[in-house]
């Protein structure tokens, strides 16, 4: 079994600056709106197994993406529409890398970069909360980046 969910949506980088939820926050309340998601993998029934994150990259720039996660995600502004804890009373964790940084070649409006990072989760991680780190080393002119991720979780 899959779950489709985005983990970045459309969103437009000017700059060389490493963008995360953090600094560009996905609001589920206005899904149309360019953001970066988290994504919970933890404590799900049945577990998830593995996972693939796609990343389209149709900036005219080569992009560093690293995958981050974080055991609480206690400084996500939305962490309560995602299990009902209230992380804003709460003390925050930081975010850790998992694995190595992915370089997706620049690409354009009608012929983006592709790159696909994979995992299983299952033997390797053992993080709640996943997301992203885009970071251009060259800021690009035109385009956006977009990602998705396919959750497979364990049968039983």
Known sequence: MTLYRYLVVDLPIRDTNTHTYRTDPFDPLIPTQPGISLVRLGESVPPVRAFNIYVY??????????????ENAKNYAYGNLL???????????????????????????????????????????????????????????????????????EGF
Do not use: C, K, M
């Open 57 to 70: 990259n149709f900036a005219n720039a080569d992009l560093s993406v690293q995958v981050i996660a974080n």
């Open 83 to 153: 299990d009902g804890l209230n992380y804003f009373t709460e003390e925050s964790y930081p975010d850790f890398n998992v694995g190595s940084p992915v370089t997706v070649a620049s690409g354009s409006l009608q012929q983006p970069g592709v790159q696909t990072v994979q995992a299983d989760f299952y033997s390797t991680s053992a993080e709640r909360y996943i997301s992203l780190a885009l970071t251009y080393s060259t800021a690009p002119t035109t385009g956006f980046v977009r990602a998705h991720i396919n959750l497979f979780y």
